[in-house]
C-alpha cells in the first residue's frame, strides 16, 4: 500500500520568512496530493491540493509543487504570520476506487514567532 | 449547506466495552469515511461507504465496523475496546471520485 513520509516534524520560522515542508510517496500510482492544516482540537482543514496532472499550484501565499518522477511533493508558505501556527499533514490519494481513501503524513508542526 | 457533523464529541468508555459513533455527511455528498487520529499522528484510514457499501477498509481488525445509510449519514462500531482505540474519529464525506474531503471535528474517546 500506500506510504508517505513527510518532513521536517517541526519548523520554527520568524514572521514574515517562508516555511517548505516535504513529502515523499511510495506509491506511483497516486494522482491526488492534498494539504491539510489542522489547529489544536480541530478538524483538518484543506488548504491546496494538487492533481498529477499539474507541476505547480498557488493560492496566495500558499504553493505546492508535484514532482512524478521523483515521487515528492512540498508547501510552501511565503511571508508567514503568526496564524499559520499549527500542524500540516499531507496526504496521498491513489484515486480511481481508492477516491477519498487518503493516505497521509506524520504532519509537521509550524511555530511561527512573530 | 450545512457541513459534517459528528456525535458525541467527548466520550469515556472501558476496556472491553462497545461504542457507536455518528456523523452526517455534508449536503449532497455520498462518500462518507473513517479515520483514527492518535494523539500527535497523522489520521489514519479505516474504511469508507459508498451508497450504502463499505467501498475500502484500512489495516483495521474487524471490530472496527460501520454502516451508511440511506440519507448517506454513517456509523462508526467498534467491539471490545482496547486501550490503544483512544483517539480522535474523524468522519469525512466527498462527492465520490473527488478525492476532495471534507472533515467533521470529530469524536475524541479514551479507553479507560
Do not use: M
Amino acid at each position: 500500500g500506500e506510504n508517505v513520509e513527510q518532513h521536517p516534524s517541526t519548523l520554527s520560522v520568524q514572521e514574515g520568512d517562508s516555511a517548505v515542508i516535504k513529502c515523499t510517496y511510495s506509491d506511483s500510482a497516486s494522482n491526488y496530493f492534498p494539504w491539510y492544516k489542522q489547529e489544536l482540537g480541530k478538524r483538518p482543514q484543506l488548504i491546496i491540493d494538487i492533481r498529477s496532472n499539474v507541476g505547480e499550484k498557488k493560492d496566495q501565499r500558499i504553493a505546492v509543487t508535484l514532482n512524478k518522477t521523483a515521487k515528492h511533493f512540498s508547501l510552501h508558505i511565503t511571508e508567514t504570520q503568526p496564524e499559520d501556527s499549527a500542524v500540516y499533514f499531507c496526504a496521498a490519494d491513489a484515486g480511481g476506487t481508492s477516491y477519498g481513501k487518503l493516505t497521509f503524513g506524520q504532519g509537521t508542526i509550524l511555530t511561527v514567532h512573530p | 449547506e450545512t457541513g459534517v457533523t459528528q456525535s458525541p464529541t467527548h466520550l469515556i468508555k472501558t476496556r472491553g466495552q462497545q461504542v457507536t459513533l455518528r456523523c452526517s455527511s455534508q449536503s449532497g455528498h455520498n462518500t462518507v469515511s473513517w479515520y483514527q487520529q492518535a494523539l500527535g499522528q497523522g489520521p489514519q484510514f479505516i474504511f469508507q461507504y459508498y451508497r450504502e457499501e463499505e467501498n475500502g477498509r484500512g489495516n483495521f481488525p474487524p471490530r472496527f465496523s460501520g454502516l451508511q445509510f440511506p440519507n448517506y449519514s454513517s456509523e462508526l462500531n467498534v467491539n471490545a475496546l482496547e486501550l490503544d482505540d483512544s483517539a480522535l474519529y474523524l468522519c469525512a464525506s466527498s462527492l465520490a471520485r473527488t478525492g476532495e474531503l471534507f472533515f467533521g471535528e470529530g469524536s475524541r474517546l479514551t479507553v479507560l
